[in-house]
């Protein structure tokens, strides 16, 4: 598909509900990255979903005691730990959704591209075998930073003569959203509900872009308020690092955040029409060639890319903003891949 504008009645992209928890599928799923502070409360909710029947938990450590922990949960899905290189290949093998929060999360004073040297190399790797077992998978990307880490997957699918794979690997923003989509409820005292607010660009600092002016139920906001509301989206995550103090940076609201992401993904896998923003590569936005988009999901993984549609002033100032930087992490990311 290509781009579309979206009509009057246009969907939600920002609040997917959860499917009715009637399972329809069976889908195997594998988390790379499973032990980790995202991948261990990710991979409980994801076994948690009626439509996966079987999950794959993969770390260099760790897996198999989390597998053993989660296999006693009384859900139809079975769960099996793979660790360490050798094993990896047996977990890929005939999945349907691979998540990946493998990779070392940020600590106070850091940006996200400062976790580049380690996690571009984490990602590369994974990326390699993906393309080779299960290159029809869609992948999940959340290793940051996702507005490199995402164009790596795509150079490594390419290279490994993958064709049309870029529908499929989708960096996942959802987190934003959410947090867009909190923070908005709880300045308008609305239902959290009913608030939907699209966020495109990227996944960090200024490429994140929530699109207030877009926002439903339609509130009137002060223009100091729309300003201060997108500094604080774009700063949360950093607000989570500095919290935890060294601890590291967001895991529960990003495995909620992935695992509901995961959940649409496997309902377009059905054949449901699904809508989200997500990462992707694509010719949307002049000059970059990624950007998170509202998209609509379905059996290809992204099957529609929308037009980001009328922005107000300060929001065309702010995609005018995070352009260049998009493209700094991107060529980063490409010539990372191909070395
Ligand atoms: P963590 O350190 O708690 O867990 C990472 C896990 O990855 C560890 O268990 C580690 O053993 C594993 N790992 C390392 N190398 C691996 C490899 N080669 N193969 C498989 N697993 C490997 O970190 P975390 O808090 O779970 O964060 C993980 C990543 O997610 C970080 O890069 C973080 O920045 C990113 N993140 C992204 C978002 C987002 O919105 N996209 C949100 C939060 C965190
Ligand atoms: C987030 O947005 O919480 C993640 O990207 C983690 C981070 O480093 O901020």
Redesign the pocket.
Known sequence: GGVRTPQASSPRFGSSKRGNMVSCGAAKVAV????????QPLSMLVKMLPSVTELSL?????TPGVAADLSHCNTACKVKGYVGDEE?AACLEGCDLVII??????KPGMT?DD?FNI?AG?VK??AEKCAEICPNAILN??????NSTVPICNEVYKAAGVTGASRRIL??????IVRSNTFLAEECGVDVDEVDVPVIGG?AGITILPLLSQMRPKVSLDPNRIEELTVRIQNA?TEVVEAKAGA????L??AY??ARFAESCLRGLQGDKVYECAYLESNLVDGVGYFASKVQLGPNGCEEIFEVGEVTEFEQAGIDALVPELQKSIAKGEEFAKK
Do not use: E, F
Not at 32 to 39: F, N, P, R, V
Not at 141 to 146: G, M
């Open positions: 790379l990255g499973a032990a980790g502070g995202i991948g993969y770390d260099i450590q760790g990896l929060p493998a990779g070392v999360p940020r996200r976790l996690n984490i790797g994974l990307i959340i290793s940051n930073p996702v960096g996942v923003t959802t987190l934003d996944h995550g590291g940076s967001a895991t609201s990003m955040a992935a």
